[in-house]
């Protein structure tokens, strides 16, 4: 059974940082990453790793977001600094699997940020 399971988020103040980590199991996995979805909105890609560590983000994001990963431990993480409250959305983990099986979700993780 294929998991991802987030951790992190929760209410943060404008300027701040907060780092989201996502733990993968029962693939290999290819592609990682992160999307968000606001209140309202439509889901938005954030920011995509390779297993060769090649990052992608969205141009929201740029130069505050940094994507990283643990290939060994199936590990995804997401540093959001300089955080803004248009970035409040619950964030969601992502994972294609190597081998194409198909794409995983984990549940998402809430992240306000407000004064």
């Known amino acids: 059974q294929v998991r991802l399971v987030e951790s992190g988020g929760g209410l943060v103040q404008p300027g701040h940082s907060v780092r989201l980590s996502c733990v993968g199991s029962?693939?290999?996995?290819?592609?990682m990453g992160w999307y968000r979805q606001a209140p309202g909105q439509q889901r938005e890609l954030v920011a995509t790793i390779t297993r060769a560590k090649i990052t992608d983000y969205t141009d929201a994001v740029k130069g505050r977001f940094t994507i990283s990963r643990d290939n060994a431990k199936n590990l995804v993480y997401l540093q959001m600094n300089s955080l803004k409250p248009e970035d409040t959305a619950v964030y969601s983990c992502?994972?294609?699997?190597?081998?194409?099986?198909?794409?995983?979700w984990g549940q998402g993780t809430q992240v306000t940020v407000s004064s």
């Open positions: 029962g693939r290999i996995f290819s592609t």
């Open positions: 992502y994972a294609r699997d190597a081998l194409g099986s198909g794409d995983y």
